[in-house]
């Protein structure tokens, strides 16, 4: 006994070590077989691999996998005709007691229990002892030993030694299948690696031929250009037979295109061209559905013609595509169009990542289009401004030509509004002026049927607190447009009717401001009219404003007559005061004296008579003089060294005085209003020298000096005290027209030394 189990021990051994050294496995569990089966003289030796179907302990069936006999006999798969054996014709309940949770069961024939008795005998074995094979500690299958020739009893130490064979090749399989799992793992990472190395080379191409397109879209100036040479570099990158860009034409407000156009069709062989200019209605209609989902909805799709839905397979089909990637245009969010890659040759099948750099294509193609439209756009902008801004400035020159021409207010005002009917073709147009101090609005000037009105057929007068539209007005910094239909409630009164009978459709009115005091407003009537540009409303602000300063230069020049006329009187009193009333009292005071002594004393009132002539002669010379200063033309101001030396010598004639003039240096012209002030100085004090001082010589210096001019005057005549109360009204206008003008006016007179007048002005204002 115990030799026999040595040499089953030995038998073990060998067949464990030729598991371990064979490189092949196969061959090695072969080997194994064989080495155990004449090692221990059976018949049969067999591997069974358990076959599970579900997810039981018990295996469904029991494959033969490996078998080794003696020779000149058959293996029992072949006796047995079936490589597989149903676990059920073994026994469930055998399996699960021997096998599943026991060490296994070997015996003669008649020691084995139906069904497996049965099994044996009719494959005649006489004896047979099988133990199952553990991989991993699961059961994995069964090591069987069968005698054919003759029974044969193994102890159960031997039995032992059996089951670490079987744990051997369980060893062996395990390795095997962990060896093969994991080439198996290497090669499929290797493929997979491979496959993705392929990928990435094909999205990187594709990148490269993206970027390639882009900076072609960039930098071409002509899109037409750009997108012929852009979607070559795409046809022979992508390696596609058929490349189009189809645009979308819409109607209406429908979300979904009418057609759509080929904007660009570029095949690789001119049997796959599509001879068409665009998808039509009923095509269109027909694909709405699915153009809707993959390209409104979805960010395209793409596949084997198999893979696309009907009716847009057959359509596909009917154009000889195998396989098609399609994704949306958008430009500026707004889907423009569609990019075709077709496939005609063979079908070609594109990753998402890739179909995702078809897209970063359509982008950039939707990119250059809105670029494109933007900069046409931006340049018909330019364009029509620069007509606007020529036919504003036409507007506003002739405008300003007829101020400087005619300065009526009203004329003018009128002819602005005839601009402005002519811009907006319209004929009807008003100026309506608002007065603070009564808070109502009053129709200033009107155009009526292209007429300049002063008196138009509609109320001309309203309480701005009762009209809605002034309020709004006031709000707005821009011009605002009143619709007849929708805000008949801001219109004046009388103005809604009568723009009704005219067909007009509303008016645009803008606000006449100065200084953020309201002036009144301008309004126009229009019709047909939705909106307005920006320049068109810049261009009646433009206008307004001319309104508001030809309405502003007119009040100040009102404004500045009644300021001149008012100076013009207060120096006529001057005059007056000084020469023609005195000389009046003087002469009354005279003949009154004489009244007194004609019928006493002769002489004396022959004397006072005489007098009485002198001062009369006097004040005669006075009052031409004064009329002198009133006929000179303003020009004949801006020469003061001239004007004061044809006042001298008028101011002299039948004088025995001496009035002489001193001129110092270059004479240069000088403001009219300058030189008005500085004359006026002069004949003041002439004529001061002349009524009062008893002067025998007055001296007139003039000096001209590049930043200073300064005119004195001297007499040698009695002189008086400055601070006397008795200063005359003549005194006190000579200062305020220093003042006026900006110079300092000096007076140095003193009790029997005659009297200086000296004004000095820093740079005197040029005419």
Request: glycine share 6%; hydrophobic share 40%; charged share 20%.
């Amino acid at each position: 006994m115990l030799q026999k189990r040595d040499r089953l021990l030995e038998v073990t051994a060998k067949a464990a070590n030729v598991l371990l050294t064979l490189d092949n496995f196969d061959e090695a569990v072969n080997m194994a077989l064989q080495v155990l089966g004449e090692g221990i003289d059976c018949d049969f030796v067999i591997v069974l691999e358990n076959v599970f179907e579900s997810a039981t302990p018990l295996p469904n069936f029991c494959d033969f996998i490996y078998e080794w006999t003696i020779s000149d006999v058959l293996p029992i798969s072949v006796t047995f005709g079936s490589k597989r054996v149903p676990a059920e014709l073994l026994g469930l309940d055998f399996l699960e007691q021997y096998f599943l949770e026991g060490k296994g069961f070997g015996g003669l024939l008649e020691e084995w229990s139906d069904p497996m008795r049965s099994v044996l005998a009719s494959i005649n074995i006489q004896s047979a002892y099988a133990v199952p094979i553990h991989v991993k500690g699961q059961w994995w299958g069964i090591l069987c030993l069968d005698y054919c020739r003759a029974p044969v009893q193994i102890s159960a130490a031997e039995i032992s030694v059996l089951m670490t064979i079987a744990d051997c090749i369980g060893s062996a399989i395990q390795r095997d299948r962990t060896r093969k799992e994991r080439e198996q793992i290497t090669q499929q990472r290797a493929t997979e690696l491979e496959a993705y190395n392929q990928l990435l080379l094909r999205r990187d191409q594709l990148l490269e031929v993206t970027a390639k397109a882009a900076n072609v879209l960039l930098t071409q100036d002509s899109i037409e250009v750009a997108m012929d040479t852009a979607l070559t570099i795409l046809i022979e990158g992508t390696g596609c037979d058929r490349l189009e860009v189809l645009e979308n034409v819409y109607e209406s407000s429908s979300s979904m295109p009418v057609r759509y156009l080929d904007a660009i069709l570029k095949c690789r062989n001119p049997k796959f061209e599509i001879i068409r200019d665009s998808i039509g209605p009923a095509e269109a209609a027909e694909l709405s559905d699915a153009f809707r989902k993959y390209f409104l909805e979805m960010d395209g799709f793409g596949g084997l013609l198999e893979e696309w839905d009907e009716p847009l397979r057959s359509w596909l089909a009917n154009i000889q595509v195998q396989s098609t990637y399609a994704v949306p245009i958008r430009a500026n969010g707004y889907w423009w169009g569609i990019l075709c890659f077709d496939y005609c040759r063979a079908p070609i099948q594109f990753n998402p990542a890739e179909v995702a750099v078809l897209k970063t294509m359509a982008d950039c193609i939707g990119s250059a289009i809105q670029r494109d439209r933007t900069q046409k756009l931006i340049l018909q902008a330019e364009q029509n401004r620069a007509v606007e801004l020529a036919k504003a400035n036409d507007a506003m020159r002739r405008s300003i030509d007829w101020l400087a021409r005619d300065p009526d207010m009203n004329a003018f005002l009128g002819h602005l509004l005839q601009e402005l009917a002519m811009q907006f073709d319209t004929q009807n147009a008003q100026i309506v002026l608002y007065n603070p101090h009564d808070q109502t609005l009053q129709t200033l000037v009107s155009l009526i049927d292209d007429e300049i009105s002063l008196s138009p057929p509609y109320t001309t007068k309203a309480t701005a607190q009762t009209w809605l539209g002034w309020e709004i007005l006031l709000r707005s910094s821009k011009p605002i447009p009143f619709n007849t239909d929708t805000e008949p409630h801001l219109f004046l009164p009388g103005c809604l009717e009568f723009y009704r009978q005219q067909n007009k459709q509303g008016i645009v009115c803008t606000l006449l401001k100065q200084d953020e005091q309201p002036l009144g407003f301008i309004e126009f009537a229009y019709h047909n009219r939705e909106t307005f540009s920006e320049s068109e409303l810049e261009l009646v602000q433009s206008l307004a404003q001319q309104a508001t300063l030809a309405i502003q230069l007119t009040r100040l020049a009102e404004e500045a007559q009644q300021l001149a006329l008012l100076q013009e009187r207060t120096r006529m009193a001057r005059e007056i005061h000084d020469t023609l009333a005195q000389a009046f009292g003087g002469i009354l005071m005279q003949l009154q004296a004489a009244t007194h002594f004609a019928t006493t004393q002769a002489e004396k009132a022959q004397n006072h008579l005489l007098t009485a002539q002198a001062l009369a002669r006097e004040g005669l010379a006075e009052a031409r003089r004064s009329v002198w200063t009133l006929y000179l033309e303003t020009a004949e101001y801006e020469d003061l060294a001239k004007a004061i030396a044809k006042f001298i010598a008028q101011a002299s004639s039948g004088q025995s005085i001496s009035i002489n003039l001193a001129i110092d240096g270059t004479p240069y012209r000088l403001h009219p209003d300058l030189g008005l002030n500085l004359l006026r100085i002069a004949q003041e004090s002439i004529t001061n020298a002349l009524r009062h001082a008893n002067a025998q010589t007055i001296q007139v210096n003039l000096r001209y000096h590049s930043q200073t001019l300064q005119l004195s005057i001297r007499d040698d005549g009695c002189g008086f005290e400055p601070q006397s109360p008795t200063r005359g009204f003549g005194l006190l206008g000579m200062q305020q027209r220093a003042t006026r003008i900006g110079a300092t006016w000096h007076l140095v007179s003193q009790a029997g030394h005659g009297t200086t007048v000296t004004v000095s002005i820093a740079d005197p204002m040029l005419p």
